[in-house]
């Protein structure tokens, strides 16, 4: 498709308006060039911008002065906590709480339910020193207690 063909975009380029089947352009709908979705169009590219820093951090890379993250190889988009932890609980420490509580429910013969008073948080709080820590729910537990 040569340059007098090619249909207006929006953002370098990146998103262009929808063709419809008569040859017409859809100014109320944009498609983005680099992964084909639909997206609204309101006479404002704020949510395309949105689209593509979400979607596609480094497709700004070639726009980005020498001194940014994007041009030094760094995404723009902020870490998981999946890939900070690798996969791993996201606190050793937690985990380790909630294998002893598992086992306390499993050798006094304790409900599951027990996880759901709040003055066996209150105790935990007071015993662990931690005012933030909270109960793991009923199902966390039955997961541990099949798991074992």
Aim: contains cysteine; hydrophobic residues 35%; proline residues 6%.
């Amino acid at each position: 498709m040569d340059a007098a063909m090619k249909p207006p975009g929006l953002l370098q380029g990146k998103c262009i308006f929808k063709k419809l089947p008569n040859g017409n352009l859809d100014k109320t709908k944009v498609v983005c060039t680099l992964c084909n979705a639909e997206l609204v169009y309101c006479r404002s590219s704020s949510s395309l911008k949105y689209h593509l820093n979400a979607k596609h951090p480094l497709a700004n890379a070639e726009n980005a002065g020498p001194s940014t993250d994007v041009a030094q190889g760094k995404s723009r988009r902020q870490t998981t906590m999946f890939e900070c932890n690798r996969g791993k609980p996201f606190s050793t420490a937690l985990s380790a709480k909630t294998h002893l509580l598992t086992q306390w429910i499993t050798t006094s013969c304790r409900p599951i339910s027990v996880v759901e008073d709040d003055g066996l948080e209150l105790v935990l709080q007071a015993a662990t020193g931690d005012p933030s820590y909270k109960l793991p729910v009923m199902r966390t537990i039955m997961r541990r207690i099949h798991e074992t």
